[in-house]
């Protein structure tokens, strides 16, 4: 009966620290991206904001920059930079942010 109460604890405690809200520590490279790309939606610039977007479009646009079929001025030798687990980690990360 003791062991039952104690990992009932364990597993309440482990809930409460997955509900708290505590952001995810961002992927390598993905605090590259906000030296162009606003992370607020105050500032006005002709680069789009990519906090709060949707993962898979971020991902679909980093793909296309990379292979050359959407048209670029630094972002296709950027994105060449990047594995594609690299780019759907920061996409993640960038679309879990507000």
């Given at each position: 009966?003791?062991?039952?109460?104690?990992?009932?604890?364990?597993?309440?405690?482990?809930?409460?620290?997955?509900?708290?809200?505590?952001?995810?520590?961002?992927?390598?490279?993905?605090?590259?991206?906000?030296?162009?790309?606003?992370?607020?939606?105050?500032?006005?610039?002709?680069?789009?904001?990519?906090?709060?977007?949707k993962p898979v479009d971020i991902v679909a646009a980093?793909?296309?920059?990379?292979?050359?079929?959407?048209?670029?001025?630094?972002?296709?030798?950027?994105a060449k930079g990047f594995s594609e687990a690299e780019?759907?980690?920061?996409?993640?990360?960038?679309?879990?942010?507000?």
């Amino acid at each position: 009966m003791r062991a039952a109460g104690v990992a009932v604890a364990a597993v309440c405690l482990f809930a409460f620290a997955q509900g708290t809200g505590a952001a995810a520590p961002a992927p390598p490279g993905a605090a590259s991206c906000s030296s162009c790309h606003p992370t607020s939606a105050k500032v006005q610039t002709p680069v789009p904001r990519l906090i709060g977007r949707k993962p898979v479009d971020i991902v679909a646009a980093m793909l296309a920059f990379r292979s050359g079929q959407k048209p670029a001025t630094v972002m296709d030798r950027i994105a060449k930079g990047f594995s594609e687990a690299e780019i759907r980690a920061i996409a993640d990360w960038l679309g879990a942010q507000q």
